[in-house]
C-alpha cells in the first residue's frame, strides 16, 4: 500500500504538469481576447450549447493545438475550420489552446467507473 502512494503521488504530480495549460506555451488571457471568433459556434468559454460543436473547455492544449494546425494543412477537413484557422500563427494557436484549456469543462464522466 505504501508503495503505491510513493508511487502515484509523483506520477500524479508529474501528470499535472504535463497537462497543464502554461505547457502549450499560450498566453490564457491573450487566448481569450482571440476567441471572439470562436464563441459563435463553440460558446465564449468553450462550452458549445449545440452538440453539433465540439466542447473545447478543458481539451488537453496539445490536442487543441494539433487540431488547428490539422485544420489549417488540411490534414482535418472541414472549411468552415479550415477558413477559422488559416490565418492563426502558431503564437495564436498556443494563446487560444492555453484560453480553452483552462476553462472548466461541462463535459463529465460517469461517476461510477
Not at 503521488?9 to 490564457?28: E, Q
Request: charged residues 15%; contains cysteine; aromatic residues 8%.
Amino acid at each position: 500500500m505504501i508503495r503505491t502512494i510513493y508511487f502515484a503521488l509523483p506520477l500524479t504530480l508529474v501528470l499535472s504538469v504535463i497537462t497543464s495549460p502554461a505547457l502549450a506555451g499560450g498566453d490564457p488571457n491573450v487566448g481569450k481576447e482571440k476567441s471572439a471568433l470562436c464563441a459563435g459556434c463553440h460558446g465564449a468559454d468553450g462550452n458549445s450549447a449545440n452538440p453539433q460543436f465540439p466542447i473545447l473547455a478543458g481539451q488537453y492544449p496539445e490536442y487543441l493545438i494539433r487540431a488547428l494546425a490539422d485544420y489549417k494543412s488540411g490534414a482535418r477537413n472541414n472549411p468552415i475550420m479550415k477558413g477559422m484557422a488559416t490565418g492563426l500563427s502558431p503564437s495564436d494557436m498556443r494563446d487560444l489552446a492555453a484560453y480553452f484549456s483552462s476553462q472548466p469543462s461541462a463535459l463529465s464522466s460517469p461517476t461510477n467507473w
